[in-house]
């Protein structure tokens, strides 16, 4: 079992900034893909980045490439989502989640608001 836990969401205006943070626990040596998705009101979720755990693959939702950073720190089982120039379509909950295999999502975090203001 592997256990994640997202923390950084806010509140923030048009154009700023902010940093999620996914702590993953237990069984994370299996652990292949780390993602970040979305889900806005009234809307399927969606794909917004991913990275290997060692490799450092790195891949970004069309919407959000130029404008959003993911990262990984080994040591501390972390991964990270730097999101900057906001835009308030970028309002969702946003889950971090981990795989084996490519596409293939395994755990969920429990998720984290994101509200951006005009």
């Known amino acids: 079992q592997v256990q994640l836990v997202e923390s950084g969401g806010g509140l923030v205006q048009a154009g700023g900034s902010l940093r999620l943070s996914c702590a993953a626990s237990?069984?994370?040596?299996?652990?292949?893909?780390m993602g970040w998705f979305r889900q806005a009101p009234g809307k399927e979720r969606e794909f917004v980045a991913r990275?290997?755990?060692?490799?450092?693959?790195?891949a970004y939702a069309d919407s959000v490439k130029g404008r959003f950073t993911i990262s990984r720190d080994n040591a501390k089982n972390t991964v990270y989502l730097q999101m900057n120039s906001l835009k308030p379509e970028d309002t969702a909950v946003y889950y971090c989640a981990a795989a084996y295999t490519q596409n293939s999502y395994t755990y969920w975090g429990q998720g984290t608001q994101v509200t951006v203001s005009s």
């Open positions: 990275i290997t755990w060692n490799g450092g693959t790195i």
């Open positions: 237990g069984r994370t040596f299996s652990i292949n893909y």
